[in-house]
């Protein structure tokens, strides 16, 4: 497989073991380069709100809580 990128597309080239070569292109960006904002004008969460005594709470852990390793041993 041989890799070819261009400014909007990606062409790959593959050559199969008995000489066929196969060309596929594909676009590579729908949107400007740099445009996109990550986080939707949304704050930073404080992580001073997240943590009881340096420990994610169970709200910032979907629910879950942290596992206990004595939990996976069997006996």
Same mark, same amino acid.
């Given at each position: %497989?041989?890799?070819?990128? #261009?400014?909007?597309? /990606?062409?790959?080239? /593959?050559?199969?073991?008995? #000489?066929?070569?196969?060309?596929?292109?594909?676009?590579?960006?729908?949107?400007?380069?740099?445009? /996109?904002?990550?986080y939707?004008?949304?704050? %930073?969460?404080? %992580?001073?709100?997240?943590?009881?005594?340096?420990?994610?709470?169970?709200?910032? %852990? #979907?629910?879950?809580?942290a596992?206990?390793?004595?939990?996976? /041993?069997?006996?």
């Open positions: %497989m041989q890799p070819l990128r #261009g400014s909007d597309s /990606i062409m790959w080239t /593959i050559k199969f073991r008995n #000489g066929t070569l196969k060309r596929f292109k594909f676009p590579i960006r729908t949107t400007a380069e740099g445009s /996109i904002d990550c939707g004008g949304k704050p %930073m969460p404080k %992580m001073s709100e997240l943590t009881v005594d340096g420990v994610f709470t169970r709200s910032m %852990m #979907g629910g879950f809580r596992g206990n390793p004595a939990e996976l /041993i069997r006996k």
